[in-house]
């Protein structure tokens, strides 16, 4: 490969492992066996992985940390092993640093343990088509973008032909572990494998690790995922240029739509950093219901707004995932998608909708009447990549914005729209510092999961807002990160989802979303536009991380771990010889807060999506 100069250096940056990582200390210790989020769903969930559900959590501590706790030491002397390794799902910026990590610890284990990686993604694992991964392939690849090293594909491991593939193959390359790097709909397939492994008692242990630019691969041991850090700040850069362009030439609406299918992370992320005018996320509009007319309404008063104060300018966030979050749209797309999988041709389906349906239908640009007829994904959803949202909404505030000139409600500049899609910019990048430590750091973490012959987990970091000598290291299992879906079918019906690894949307209570509505109104009306620049790898920004990471309550199993020490204060107070007054204040403090934990667990709400 004919490298930059920077690409060099980069190559040459050897990442940091935390403490519980570094020498032979690593000791690994099993934790209690974690419950899932919603007590309804745990029947289901053992159902479907009945070898895989109840296992324990598992901690890497230093030689330091283990005193008073039942660790199993691994030797010096360790028979050599041999990992398989795919790419799922689409590249993220990091993916390569995991392979590099791994890579890495198998050699420390044992200098003769293998690494075999396998060539496009899941069909290179199905049909066995492989790489030994070298000292010389992972030196040409370390801190680099993309998923080059060993390609991938439209990736699943979903149908029982493809399960038995890759059992086959795994028996075939006698693997000791299987690594799958992806997101959520990878990790939850890597479940499905690690049962299905079980069952059929082969040797092959699973682990997945949380790799996905969409950052919606987030749960009470995952605080985030490789490639999201990268994104956003390769985005916020664009944006923030872009802002500048508006600000300098004051005749521009800039709608920009960015990445994010189900959940709207990535434009959160990125309006944080880069402060544009407005910012319309997938749930907001999904939670109050918005129309596309809501939409339009709300943007065109900002657009007046700000040219009753000369300004006849502004940048506009939307997520892709955006359309499938308006309610008629996303009904019309139903009927849709009904209409293509019953074999209904293309040009024949406009006819066949319901009367609204077509109305909404043919009320569209001729443009995104085509990008709503494309044959749905994998996963049902609409090829979001390919509708033009952005231009939908310019266009309907264009017209509007037209009606109220000749109304007179409107005396600004005339109002002009150029739009962007900001989807395939940033996920080649350069990983940022953050991803190539993240990264690095996980990829140590599976190959000590395999160490420990634990199968059906998923490689985790946790305090990750701290220094990197802080951060704690693990695994959870699969299982305990499932939840079951309840999809509504008729008056009092329900239908039941399988057990999988929900994407988590934007939390609307959340504090990053929070700190968006305080700032809200003064990004709309005062252009206090940011600009971080390029990604740093020294000196000032190096070692920034995501605004989302930095705000959010993360540290969940140091916080269990902190209640935990106040039930054990409780029990050291509370004995039997203890006054009648500790007792009395101990029971109705007690029976306050099972009341209180009652009322909010998942158990008692309605769980009807």
Not at 553 to 572: P, T
Not at 573 to 595: D, N, R, T, Y
Request: contains cysteine; proline residues 4%.
């Amino acid at each position: 490969m004919d490298f930059s100069v920077l690409q060099k250096q980069r190559s040459l940056y050897i990442p940091e492992l935390p403490p519980s990582l570094q020498g032979s200390n690593v000791q690994v210790e099993f934790g209690e066996v974690p419950t899932v989020a919603d007590q309804l769903d745990a029947q289901s969930i053992h159902r479907s992985f009945p070898l895989t559900y109840g296992q324990p959590l598992v901690h890497f501590v230093t030689s330091l940390n283990k005193a008073g706790h039942d660790t199993h030491s691994k030797k010096e002397q360790r028979q050599p092993i041999r990992v398989g390794v795919v790419f799922c799902g689409r590249q993220s910026p990091g993916g390569h640093n995991i392979i590099c990590g791994l890579y890495d610890a198998i050699k420390s284990h044992n200098p003769m343990s293998t690494l075999i990686g396998f060539c496009g993604g899941t069909e290179g694992l199905f049909a066995q088509k492989t790489l030994e991964i070298t000292e010389a392939i992972v030196a040409t690849y370390r801190n680099q973008g993309g998923y080059d090293m060993l390609g991938r594909t439209k990736d699943q491991i979903r149908t029982g032909e493809q399960v038995n593939a890759a059992l086959t193959a795994c028996k075939a390359l006698k693997l000791d572990g299987l690594v799958i790097i992806g997101g959520v709909t990878s990790n939850t397939d890597a479940a499905q494998l690690a049962e299905t492994f079980a069952e059929a008692k082969c040797t092959t242990k699973v682990v997945g690790v949380p790799v996905t630019y969409y950052g919606d691969l987030k749960n009470q041991f995952v605080e985030a995922n490789v490639g999201f850090d990268t994104i956003c700040k390769v985005n916020s850069q664009l944006i923030s240029n872009i802002c500048t362009d508006a600000l300098s030439a004051e005749k521009y609406y800039y709608f920009i739509r960015l990445m994010g299918r189900r959940a709207s992370h990535v434009t959160l992320e990125c309006a944080l950093q880069a402060h544009p005018n407005m910012v319309i996320l997938g749930e907001e509009v999904a939670s109050s219901k918005l129309t596309l007319y809501d939409i339009t309404k709300r943007i065109c008063d900002a657009v007046q707004d700000r040219a009753e104060q000369g300004k006849n300018h502004g940048v506009i966030l939307l997520p892709e995932g955006l359309i499938e979050c308006i309610p008629e749209v996303y009904a019309l797309l139903q009927e849709i998608h009904v209409l293509l999988k019953d074999g209904v041709s293309v040009d024949k389906i406009s006819a066949q909708l319901s009367p609204w349906a077509a109305a909404l239908f043919e009320s569209m640009p001729p443009f995104i009447k085509k990008q709503l007829l494309l044959s749905p994904d994998s996963d049902e959803s609409a090829q979001l990549s390919q509708i033009e949202t952005e231009k939908l909404i310019a266009q309907l505030v264009e017209k509007e914005m037209e009606a109220r000139t000749k109304s007179g409600a409107y005396k600004g500049k005339k109002f002009n729209a150029i739009c962007h899609f900001f989807g395939y910019q940033a996920r080649g990048s350069l990983p940022s510092k953050f991803d190539c430590d993240y990264a690095y750091v996980l990829g140590h973490v599976s190959h000590h999961l395999l160490a420990a012959g634990v199968n059906g987990y998923m490689a985790t970091v946790t305090n990750l807002k701290d220094d990197v000598s802080k951060w704690q290291c693990g695994g959870a299992p699969f299982t305990a990160m499932m939840t079951v879906k309840r999809y509504l079918r008729g008056l009092g019906s329900s239908v039941i989802g399988k057990p999988s690894i929900h994407p988590v949307a934007v939390d609307l209570k959340g504090k990053p979303y929070k700190l968006l509505l305080r700032d809200s109104e003064r990004f709309l009306m005062d252009d206090l536009y940011a600009n971080s620049g390029p990604i740093q790898y020294e000196g000032p920004g190096s070692n920034s991380k995501s605004m989302c990471l930095s705000v959010e309550d993360q540290d969940y199993m140091g916080r269990v771990k902190e209640l935990q020490a106040y039930i054990d204060k409780v029990r050291k107070i509370v004995k039997p010889g203890c006054s009648q007054e500790v007792l009395k204040a101990a029971l109705s403090s007690m029976a306050s807060i099972i009341e209180v934990l009652s009322l909010m667990t998942p158990a008692t709400k309605d769980h009807v999506a």
